[in-house]
């Protein structure tokens, strides 16, 4: 059996602004939005294959847990890009700040936050 991962879903305060810069990095489309759980709201943000849901709840967020220290918070999420060079530019033109930039077998990656302090790995593989 192949297992493959079809989505996350995270909250975020606007999934609109989220969605927005998601499409001019990654290149994504918005493929659903709607009302959702508990009177909140959803935007699906991704590829044909597969998406982040980005859900903003009716009552607002609360603080963050603090990553790579709490059982079961999100650490950071991954996406594999074609052109490295390229996104970093985009990354930049959108207002965000590339950091932790390394190569390594098979590849090479950086890392950005953005407002909701969500961090980002984007990778190219040779």
């Not at 999100?74 to 390394?102: C, F, M, R, W």
Request: aromatic share 12%.
């Amino acid at each position: 059996m192949t297992a493959t991962l079809e989505h996350a879903n995270i909250c975020v305060s606007d999934p609109h602004k989220t969605a927005a810069w998601m499409e001019k990095i990654f290149g994504w489309r918005i493929r659903w939005e709607g009302p959702a759980l508990n009177g909140g709201y959803s935007v699906h943000v991704g590829s044909k294959d597969s998406y982040l849901a980005l859900y903003a709840p009716k009552e607002g967020l609360g603080a963050p847990p603090t990553p790579y220290s709490t059982k079961g918070a999100l650490n950071h999420l991954a996406v594999i890009v074609d052109d490295l060079d390229a996104a970093e530019q985009a990354v930049k033109d959108a207002g965000y700040t590339p950091k932790s930039h390394a190569d390594y077998e098979p590849g090479r990656r950086f890392y950005f936050e953005d407002e909701e302090g969500v961090e980002y790995e984007l990778v190219q593989y040779d």
